[in-house]
């Protein structure tokens, strides 16, 4: 979970970053003092290759978005995953409990029985060689 909150913080950075070039590419096309030899051709030249510049900046910007909010549909799907687990572990704990509780009842009753079993066994061993020396 961790991971994709750090991911999701570099994605967002990342993002902040490629909005800042942006910024700072138009800026630069802007204001960039164009030397008066240049010619119109060489002119026309430079504001296309800056144009191809801003476009392939707003695709990445638009790539980096989709892919935020892919990792951002991933986080959710996970955190209810996780909900859904730690549901399902309480479930199963509590079920463990009550087993358990029953197998410790089972035990205590088999521990009062132990001793009249043993009374029954050792009344049954005396007696057993009487009624074998009668026969």
Do not use: W
């Amino acid at each position: 979970m961790l991971l994709y909150f750090n991911l999701l913080l570099l994605l967002l950075s990342l993002f902040r970053r490629i909005s800042t070039l942006n910024t700072r590419l138009v800026s630069m096309a802007v204001t960039k003092q164009v030397p008066q030899v240049e010619d119109e051709k060489s002119l026309q030249k430079r504001n296309e290759e800056l144009e191809r510049e801003l476009r392939k900046s707003q695709e990445r910007e638009e790539s980096m978005k989709a892919e935020l909010q892919k990792m951002f549909e991933r986080l959710r799907v996970a955190e209810e995953a996780e909900e859904r687990l730690c549901s399902q572990l309480g479930e199963l704990e509590a079920e463990a409990i009550d087993q358990a509780r029953s197998d410790h009842a089972r035990i205590v009753s088999l521990l009062n029985q132990l001793p009249q079993a043993q009374r029954l066994l050792q009344s049954a061993a005396v007696s057993l060689p009487l009624e074998l020396a009668a026969k």
